[in-house]
């Protein structure tokens, strides 16, 4: 499984990012999906995560009202729509796929990484 992410980047505080992640390679049917970061010193934690049917989705309490995930499944990728980012929203930030259609948002839930996209937001 290969998981590529982009939409990375630096931008003012207040400002918005769209984060995709393109996975190619699966060998497995319905599968579900997330959004990880990570800051340097600290645990991986979970921003966002949705499960194959579109419909059940988790957002971190950080993130809920500003973020929003979606994916396509046709085409096999994953978008994270950042708005109205925060200093503290600075992390990298990780695409990841579990072979299994319900929602979990842990890091142990899953099984295949990317290599991350920095964001970094300037106050």
């Known amino acids: 499984v290969q998981i590529v992410e982009s939409g990375g980047g630096l931008v003012q505080a207040g400002g918005s990012l769209r984060l995709s992640c393109k996975i190619s390679?699966?060998?497995?049917?319905?599968?579900?999906m997330g959004w990880f970061r990570q800051t340097p010193g600290k645990e991986r934690e979970g921003v966002s995560c949705?499960?194959?049917?579109?419909?059940?989705?988790y957002y971190g309490d950080f993130v809920r009202g500003r973020f929003t995930i979606s994916r396509d499944n046709a085409k096999n990728t994953l978008y994270l729509q950042m708005n109205r980012l925060k200093p503290e929203d600075t992390a990298m930030y990780y695409c990841?796929?579990?072979?299994?259609?319900?929602?979990?948002?842990?890091?142990?839930?899953?099984?295949?990484w990317g290599q991350g996209t920095q964001v970094t937001v300037s106050s």
């Open positions: 390679g699966l060998r497995f049917g319905g599968y579900g």
């Open positions: 990841a796929v579990r072979p299994f259609e319900d929602l979990r948002c842990r890091t142990d839930d899953y099984n295949y």
């Open positions: 949705i499960a194959w049917n579109y419909l059940s989705t």
